[in-house]
Structures are given as structure tokens and as C-alpha cells.
């Protein structure tokens, strides 16, 4: 390893990213002159602060180990202190962020451009100021050294995002959707304050340090009940089912280069929160974390993860259906946080499987961000070309946009788990660690570990199948509409934002062991344990191995390199092969439809791809359908039919909808109650203040 | 600066100023019973603007016996805007509208004085287990302004109009101002003209809404009930 960096460079790049964000921020005042020069600004600048975030995460986390940077912020609160402190998971949250801000800033602009180009210039520089804000708000909520920076970016990271959702569309939809998110978002953001403010209020100060500290002397009732606030704010905020409603609606409304953003990357920045608030703030000073937290968190994690899938298999809409994939890849990380919580602070090997459980979390979190961020640059594409999100209404743009196809393929390789690529080196890693829990544990536990191992097999297979039909339906077969008939290739710099999320799946998926080297910094401060490296590439960066030292189970390791080589070799066999028997002359013929000529809708549709799941999930979907025949004169022919189908959220119709109600009601009780007479209201207080008068004044 | 006790070379005695504050304490309370027994708005105004002038020497009193300059520009404020100016634009308002010069009330008169009743009674049930916020110097002065103030709200929770809102409100206002001078001999001038200032605005805003709704659609505050949705 080179020699660590001067922390004095490391202060020097943050406060560098600060202002690239900051200026970004304040191109805004260039759309009065021009919104393409705006954006084009705006974007550079995000693209400078990216790069330098990226270089500030990178030197902490190749330095040196267990070292935590700080910076003291000016002194904008009498009663707080406000400073950034970067330590290892700060650093690779900053990683994971920058990473997929590159390539959100190199395709921005271009797409902003092909997808609204009659956008006004207030709209056009709220979009700029938005970014930016956005942006700089999670990378330094990441490094926030005490709980009012953090919550300040929170709230702004909040607020910018709830800006690029309303900002993209001037539709109702998007509205409601900015609506709901904001509703949704505020009452998780509740929930943190309240945890917050307990701990700043024993702590007497706002800092991590002095948090952690008071933390130490809170008894279990109150340390628990403080968590699971924490959880509630944070996973309002991941998506986990059932707090997930807002998302698959929010996250599709915006631009696309920021729903990568928000799924790729905000979900992230919660799970760092839990991270943070289980491992390091409210952890008890000696002795396991609380069972309750991990199971709790494990459990919701195998929900998300199945849920999520299921319900974006029966979704048409290709950008919601990659949103409802961030929820079940959100639970995919909870489930190896979730792991990580209940074994850690156990004897060595449960350590060595905590270490392992929380490698395979965090190297998803940087996986997921990878090939969601691809998939939605890949979405965005299509759209800005077609202006069409119903897959139904697309196909046949393989050939008329290959590149974005070849991408998009990559992507939904990675997703699916397959190897050679980087979900499956991740997903890997989880079911190891899941196995070896599973012997670690005896009874009960174990088998409900099992039970979260064959629910993440599921999880993979069902995500197989739903980009096996979101992908063969958008790009495959003949174009259903003039739309996509019409569609040409991107515009090369967005190509360029997603051949650089393309290659970073491809590096992670192909040589993880070097990415397995930069969570050592985070896994061995969060567990007190070793390094990820000394657990999972203890044979070297090109072998990945679960060395568990458990009795009665092997070592288990697989080489992704190895995997790639055969698999290029086989690939390259069965070409060979096939070129050397074409000795039969080839015959092309037109595809035999018994005598009809061929349209485009003799192609499987993306509702009759998923019919067979919808049958056996229907328990699940509630599906609802409607046909509607209109025949000419005789019941016998049929001019034409109209199928309806739906599929209900179930969270949403079984809770939301009957809090809802229960809201309604109620206001409709008070407004019936309310004869609008000010004297009533007056007396109403008087007599309010006499009871509690009488309540409280007397006998003190 | 501030109240430096009863010392002794105060010009006042105080068993003396003890025996005053309560005195002028009985008078507010009787001048209450007026406002709410007041059937006619001037009755009320009239009333409003004696428990004032009582404010205002109770005030001059207290800044004899403390020694404190600030109670008497208090008390000089309090003569000049409250015992003087606003009653004479409550005054000026009524003759202005000319109509519906008796007062409205929601429930009867009677009721409404049994309710007074009830609320001195608890005011000074209340107090008496207040114990270690009486000063040497108060007297009765906390059961007074706690049953002026709340008698104040009753006043505006029983009268169907504007006006006499506004009479309730000045009169509730008293009661807070008698209490805070009493009890705390004296709050730092810049609060006590904060308040006053407060209730100048409150005046001026609820006769301009009273003579534009007047004027505009020839109905009075209280009707505005049926605007709600």
C-alpha cells in the first residue's frame, strides 16, 4: 500500500467538494441568461465536487486505518458546534455517492436537453440548484460529525430531492407523488428528531463524541425504544416495506440521472443511518447489541426483499419497476445488516461471521448503486427518446438503440445475480454469510436464518424473471408503437454516464477482492473484529473464501476472475464451434404465423410474461381485471375487446388507505363541530383553561 | 434599578401599599362586575376606562413605594392609552355605527355574572395554593388579575358583537397588566410598552374590520359564522 495521504490534502479535497457543490448551487443565477448554460455549469461543477469526493473517500479509506478526519464548520449556532468527521464508513458512503454522481453528472445535461427541451428557465435553474443541493447534502450528511449537521442535511437532501420530483413534469401525478414523498419523508424525518433530541439532551451537546457517551449510560428500555425510532426515521426513508408506498412513485417521477441518484443512492445514505445509530452511537458500552434490533431488522429486510420483487414483476412501468427493485435490493442489504447486528460482539467465529454478513451488506450497497444507477440511465434513455414509460408501449429497441440496449442488459445481468458481474459476487457473500449463521445458531434461529437464506434464493430467481420480461419486452420483438418505431440512440454523453457505471460493475463483479480491501476500514470500526479483507479474501484479492472456522463446515470460496475466464472461454468454445458446422448452407425465412402475416402484436406482452406468477401470488396482488367486448351486431364477432387489469399495493389498500378514512372521518366529525361563532371558540379556551386550572393549579 | 424592597425611607409605608393594592384590587373586581352586568356598550366603556384609571393608579402607588421610575411611565402610558385614548375610540366607533347600542349577549346577563362569581371564587381558591409567589408587597393582587383576566375572556366568550369584544379584551388585558405589575413590582419598560403597543394594534385592527365589514356589507363580526365551509 502507498504511503497514507496528508490529512491536511484529505480537509483540503473537502472542503474542495463543498464548494464545487456550492458553486453548482449558485449557477442557478446563469439561467437568466441561458438554461443550457445553466444546466451545462451546473452539471461540471457537480462533476468537479464528485471527483473530489471521490479522492477524499478513497485517500481515507487506503489510509490509515481506525484514523478519523475532522473539521471544525463556522460557528452558524450559538448553542451548537458544528464539524465533519470522516471516518471509514463515512468515507465509503462518500465513495458509493460520488461514484454514481460521476455518471449522474455526465448524463444530466444531454437528458435534461433530449427530454424537456421546452422547459422553461425558473424550471431549468431550480433543477440546478436542486442537484447540487442534493448532492452535497448526502455526501456530507455521510460525514457529519454531530447530529445537527446531519439532521440540517437530512432535511435538506429532503427537500432537494422533493424539488427534483415535482420539477420534471407539470402533471398532476408528479404532485401527488412530491406530496405523498413529502408527507412520508417528514414523519420518518419526526421519528429521527425524537431519537436525536433524546440523546443531545442527556449528551448536553451535539456532537458524535459526546452522543455516544451519553449513550453509554441509558438503561436497555430506553436504548431500544431509541433504536427503533432511529429504525422507524431510516427505513421511512430506505423504503422498507411497509413504509416503501412513496417510493415506487417518487423515485420515477424525477429526471432519471436523479431517480438513479435516489435509488442508487439516498436509499443508502438511511442505511448508512442505521448503520451509524445500531453499531456506533446507541450500542451498549460492553456485550451484543440487543437481539430484538438484529432479528427486527432481519425480518424486515426478508419482507422488503420479497415484496419488492414480487410487486415489480407486475409492474409495467419501467422506471416504477426498478423502483420497487430498490426496495427489494434495500432489503437485501438489511438482511446482511440485520445478520451482522445479531451476531456480532459474540465469540471469534460469530465475529467472523458478523464481518462477513456486514462485507456482503456494504459491498451491495455499492453494487446496487452501480447497476440501479445503470438500469435508470438506461430507462432514461428510452424515455428521453420515446417519451413512453409503459414497457407495454415500447419494443424492438435493441436495434435502434444498441448501445443503451447492451447496457441495459448489463445492468439487468447484475441485478439478476448472475456471475460474472457484481450482484452475484454480493448476493454470494450474503448467502454465506446466512449458511454460516444458520450453523452457527441451533434451534429456531437457525431455521429462521434458513428460512431468510431460501427467501433471498427467491428473491434472486423472481428478479431473473422480472428483467428477463422487463428487459425482452422494452428491447426485444417488433415496436408496438410509433413511438418506439421512431427511436434513435442516446446522445453520447449519456452513454458515457452509463459505460461508467457499466465498467464499474463489470470491475466489481470481475475482481471484487479489491473492492472487499476498502470495507476494512468500516467492518473492522463497526465490529471490533477483523478487517473484511482478513475474512474474505484471506487467499488473496482474486479469491473470494468464507473462512469461518465453524466445526463441520469447510471453507467455501469461489474466483470471480476464474468464473470470467471459463465463461468467456466456453462463450468463445461454442462460437468456434458453431462457426465450424455451418458447413449446411444457412436458409433465413420469415417466422411461420400459420398463414397470417406477422404484427407486432403477436409479441408476448410484459401482463402475459408475469400472468403465471400473478396466479400464484394472487393471494398478494388482489388482482382485479376487466373485460369489456364490443361486438358488431352478432355475439359471435367480436370488433373489439378492452382488457383492464390491476394489481393493489396491499400495504397501501390494507393500512394507508384506512388511516386515510380514518382521517377523514375525523375531520369531517370536527368540521361538523365547528358552528364557525368566534365566542364559542372563545369560550371553548376559557373553559379549557378553567379545567386545566382546576386540574393542575390547585394542590402543588 | 429594580425594586429594592420596602426599605425605610420609602415616602410609603408597607402596610400601607398593601392596604392600597387591595383596595384598588376590590374597586377592579367591582368594575368588572360592571362591565359584565353593563347592558348598554357605553355602560361598558365607561367601566372599562374607570378600571383603567385604577390600573394607572395602582401603578403611580407601586412606583411610590419601590422607588421604581420605569412604574411611573408605566402608569403614565396606561392613563393616557387605555383610561383616555382607547375608550374614546370605542366610543367614537359606537356613535359612528349608530345602531344596536344595547349589548348581545349569548346567555343571559344573570348567567353570565354567576359564571364571574365562580371564576373569582376558583381565582382565589387557585392562588392560595400559590403560596411562595406572594410578595410582601402584593397583597391580594395575584387572585385579582388571574379572575380580571379570565373574567375578561368571559366577556368575550358571551357577547355576540365586535364592540363588546373589544371591551372584553381590554378588560382581560388589565387583568394581566395588574397582575404583572403587582406581583413582579414592575417588568422591564420594554415589555410593559410591548404589551401596550400590542393592545393599541389589536384596537386598531378589530375597528377597522368592524366599521369595513360595516360599511361593506352591512353585517356585523358575529355574523361572519356563515362564511364557514
Known amino acids: 500500500m502507498s504511503s497514507p495521504p496528508d490529512p491536511a490534502i484529505l480537509l483540503t479535497g473537502t472542503i474542495l467538494m463543498a464548494s464545487c457543490y456550492g458553486a453548482g448551487a449558485l449557477t442557478l443565477v446563469l439561467a437568466r441568461w441561458s438554461g443550457r448554460l445553466a444546466i451545462a455549469a451546473g452539471h461540471v461543477a457537480a462533476l468537479a465536487g464528485a471527483v473530489a469526493g471521490l479522492g477524499v473517500s478513497l485517500g481515507v479509506l487506503l489510509g490509515d486505518q481506525g484514523r478519523t478526519l475532522t473539521l471544525p464548520l463556522p460557528v452558524l449556532f450559538p448553542f451548537a458546534r458544528l464539524s465533519l468527521s470522516m471516518d471509514g464508513l463515512s468515507a465509503y458512503f462518500l465513495l458509493v455517492i460520488s461514484l454514481v454522481a460521476i455518471a449522474a453528472a455526465l448524463y444530466g445535461p444531454a437528458y435534461l436537453r433530449a427530454h424537456s427541451p421546452d422547459a422553461g428557465r425558473a424550471r431549468q435553474a431550480a433543477q440546478v440548484l436542486a442537484l447540487n443541493v442534493f448532492l452535497g447534502c448526502m455526501s456530507f450528511l455521510c460525514c457529519a460529525g454531530d447530529a445537527l449537521t446531519f439532521l440540517l442535511c437530512w432535511e435538506g437532501m429532503t427537500l432537494a430531492s422533493y424539488v427534483l420530483v415535482v420539477s420534471d413534469d407539470r402533471d398532476g401525478e408528479n404532485a401527488r407523488a412530491g406530496h405523498l414523498y413529502m408527507v412520508m419523508a417528514h414523519g420518518g424525518t419526526a421519528l429521527l428528531f425524537i431519537a436525536f433530541f433524546a440523546l443531545t439532551e442527556r449528551a448536553g451537546a451535539f456532537d458524535f463524541a459526546a452522543l455516544r457517551a451519553a449513550a453509554g449510560g441509558l438503561d436497555a428500555t430506553t436504548r431500544t425504544a431509541l433504536f427503533f425510532l432511529a429504525l422507524g426515521g431510516f427505513a421511512t426513508k430506505a423504503g422498507v416495506v411497509p413504509l416503501h408506498v412513496w417510493l415506487p412513485r417518487a423515485h420515477p417521477a424525477a429526471p432519471s440521472h436523479v431517480s438513479a441518484l435516489m435509488s442508487g443512492v439516498m436509499l443508502k445514505v438511511a442505511i448508512y443511518g442505521i448503520l451509524r445509530f445500531a453499531f456506533d452511537l446507541l450500542a451498549p458500552v460492553t456485550g451484543p447489541l440487543p437481539p430484538s434490533w438484529g432479528w427486527t431488522v432481519l425480518v424486515l429486510g426478508t419482507t422488503s426483499a420479497v415484496v419488492g420483487v414480487l410487486y415489480a414483476l407486475q409492474q409495467h412501468d419501467l422506471k416504477r419497476l426498478l423502483a420497487f427493485h430498490s426496495v427489494e435490493n434495500v432489503g437485501i442489504i438489511l438482511i446482511g445488516v440485520g445478520l451482522a447486528m445479531v451476531l456480532c460482539r459474540r465469540e471469534a467465529a460469530g465475529v467472523a461471521l458478523a464481518t462477513l454478513a456486514l462485507t456482503a451488506a456494504l459491498l451491495h450497497t455499492l453494487n446496487h448503486a452501480a447497476f440501479k444507477g445503470l438500469l435508470f440511465l438506461g430507462a432514461g434513455s428510452v424515455l428521453c427518446r420515446t417519451h413512453v414509460r409503459n414497457m407495454e408501449e415500447l419494443g424492438g429497441l435493441a436495434r435502434r438503440m444498441p448501445w443503451t440496449t447492451g447496457l441495459f442488459l448489463l445492468g439487468a445481468v447484475a441485478i439478476s445475480a448472475l456471475p460474472p458481474l457484481n450482484g452475484f459476487v454480493s448476493e454470494w457473500l450474503t448467502f454465506q454469510a446466512l449458511l454460516g449463521g444458520a450453523g452457527h445458531f441451533h434451534g429456531p434461529a437457525g431455521l429462521a436464518i434458513v428460512l431468510s437464506a431460501a427467501m433471498l434464493a427467491l428473491t434472486g430467481g423472481l428478479a431473473a424473471a422480472c428483467f428477463a420480461k422487463a428487459f425482452g419486452v422494452t428491447f426485444f420483438g417488433r415496436p408496438r408503437t410509433s413511438h418506439a418505431e421512431h427511436a434513435t440512440e442516446a446522445p453520447a454523453s449519456m452513454i458515457a454516464g452509463m459505460v461508467w457505471l457499466g465498467a464499474l460493475c463489470v470491475v466489481l463483479g470481475v475482481a471484487p477482492g479489491y473492492a472487499v480491501r476498502l470495507l476494512d476500514a468500516p467492518t473492522a470500526a463497526l465490529l471490533d473484529g477483523p478487517g473484511a479483507s482478513a475474512v474474505v479474501s484471506i487467499r488473496g484479492p482474486l479469491v473470494l473464501s468464507a473462512e469461518l472456522a465453524l466445526t463441520g463446515t469447510g471453507a467455501t470460496a469461489i474466483s470471480m476472475t476464474v468464473l470470467t475466464a471459463l465463461l468467456i472461454a466456453l462463450a468463445a468454445l461454442a462460437w468456434a464451434l458453431r462457426r465450424g458446422s455451418s458447413g449446411v448452407a444457412r436458409r433465413e425465412a420469415p417466422t411461420w404465423t400459420c398463414g397470417m402475416s406477422p404484427t407486432e402484436r403477436f409479441d408476448y406482452t410484459a401482463t402475459a410474461f408475469a400472468k403465471p406468477l400473478r396466479l400464484v401470488f394472487a393471494a398478494l396482488y388482489r388482482p382485479r381485471r376487466e373485460v369489456t367486448r364490443e361486438t358488431a351486431g352478432t355475439p359471435y364477432v367480436a370488433s373489439r375487446i378492452h382488457y383492464y387489469g390491476e394489481v393493489v399495493d396491499v400495504a397501501e389498500t390494507q393500512v394507508y388507505h384506512r388511516v386515510q378514512r380514518g382521517i377523514t372521518l375525523l375531520s369531517r366529525i370536527i368540521r361538523l363541530r365547528s358552528t364557525g361563532r368566534i365566542h364559542g371558540y372563545i369560550g371553548f379556551v376559557l373553559g379549557a383553561l378553567f379545567v386545566a386550572l382546576l386540574l393542575f393549579g390547585v394542590g402543588r | ?229
Request: zero cysteines; charged letters at 10%; aromatic letters at 4%.
Open chain 2, 1 to 229: 434599578m429594580r425594586a429594592h424592597g420596602a426599605g425605610a425611607e420609602d415616602p410609603v409605608s408597607t402596610e400601607m401599599v398593601h392596604a392600597i393594592i387591595d383596595d384598588i384590587g376590590a374597586l377592579l373586581l367591582f368594575t368588572m362586575i360592571l362591565i359584565v352586568a353593563a347592558g348598554q356598550v357605553y355602560r361598558a366603556i365607561y367601566a372599562v376606562a374607570a378600571q383603567s384609571l385604577l390600573i394607572a393608579i395602582a401603578g403611580g402607588v407601586l412606583a411610590a413605594a419601590t422607588g421604581n421610575i420605569d412604574l411611573w411611565v408605566i402608569a403614565g402610558i396606561t392613563l393616557v392609552v387605555k383610561a383616555i385614548v382607547l375608550p374614546s375610540v370605542l366610543h367614537w366607533v359606537v356613535r359612528r355605527m349608530n345602531v344596536r347600542r344595547e349589548v348581545e349577549p349569548v346567555i343571559p346577563i344573570a348567567a353570565t355574572l354567576a359564571l364571574a362569581v365562580v371564576i373569582v371564587v376558583m381565582s382565589f381558591h387557585l392562588s392560595a395554593s400559590l403560596g411562595t409567589v406572594r410578595q410582601a408587597i402584593t397583597g391580594n393582587a395575584l387572585p385579582v388579575g388571574i379572575a380580571l383576566t379570565l373574567t375578561g375572556v368571559l366577556v368575550m366568550a358571551t357577547r355576540m358583537t365586535a364592540l363588546t369584544q373589544m371591551v372584553g379584551l381590554f378588560a382581560s388585558e388589565n387583568g394581566i397588566f395588574f397582575t404583572a405589575m403587582a406581583v413582579t413590582q414592575g417588568m422591564p419598560l420594554i415589555i410593559e410598552i410591548g404589551v401596550i403597543l400590542d393592545v393599541i394594534l389589536a384596537a386598531l385592527v378589530m375597528t377597522i374590520m368592524v366599521l369595513r365589514v360595516r360599511s361593506t356589507v352591512d353585517a356585523d363580526i358575529a355574523d361572519l359564522d356563515r362564511l364557514r365551509g
